[in-house]
């Protein structure tokens, strides 16, 4: 009786943390109810506590089938054999895929999109294991069984293939780290669309190049003339 009362409280206080996150993390929500009946990601959790249950017990096919309806309610495909931390977030969620053998920490945020997947055909650790407090931005791939380590942002439709330090900051195809900062305290960062964009400086930088040849020639041209009327004034 008393481990039944104990379960059901650790459950009651698992759907707590799951509505908190919500509100902690999309200002859109208004009200519990619209979060309990409006939100495909905190379904999608819900969804994947039941089918990993089944997963961890041997029920395979139960698992696979309880996954499957959680995808066809929500369009989120969480594989029952994923590991989930603690104020997991999906911010929208049509399209996230997460793989069987991703490992997301706690208080992590994805946005729609989102692949966690693997690129082995082998059954072994396949996809990416995701540390605390990550944001990953809509559309981004992060293909293959490396850690994003936490603290760190993953832009929008980058395809990110190596390991992301933590506190990183990655952006492009492939992904790159293009900040690195230390650990900031207090509220978490969701500014994932407010990314540095390395493509656009390098371009701007081949510009201030460019003018200042262009700058370079024109003296170069002015003093070859000015040489020229001197010869001809000469002869």
Known sequence: MTNTVNQRGRMLSRLKEDIKAVF??????????????????????WFHR??????????????????????????????PGAT?????????????VIGETA???????????????????????RHPTIGDNVVIGSGAKVLGPFTV???????SNSVVVREVPANSTVVG????????????????DLEHGN???????????????????????AVLTVEHEALKGRFSNGK
């Not at 195809?173 to 978490?188: D, T």
Request: net charge positive; aromatic share 10%.
């Open 50 to 79: 039941v089918s990993n249950w089944f997963w961890r017990r041997g029920f395979r096919f139960v698992g696979r089938l309880v996954s499957h309806l959680g995808r066809f309610f929500t369009g989120i495909e969480i594989h």
């Open 84 to 96: 989930i931390g603690k104020g997991f977030f999906i911010d929208h969620g049509m399209g996230v």
């Open 173 to 188: 195809i492939p992904g790159r780290v293009v900040m690195a900062a230390e650990k900031l305290e207090g509220r978490m």
């Open 24 to 45: 902690d993390r999309d200002p859109a929500a208004r009200s519990i109810p619209e979060v309990i009946f409006c939100y495909p990601g905190l379904h999608a959790i």
């Open 149 to 155: 380590g936490k603290g760190s942002k993953i832009g």
């Open 195 to 217: 990314l540095p964009d390395p493509e656009a400086k390098a371009i701007s930088c081949l510009f201030e190049q460019i003018r200042e040849l262009e700058r370079k020639l």
């Open 103 to 125: 490992e997301i920490g706690d208080n992590v945020t994805l946005y729609h999109g989102v692949t966690l997947g693997g690129v082995s055909w082998e059954k072994t650790k």
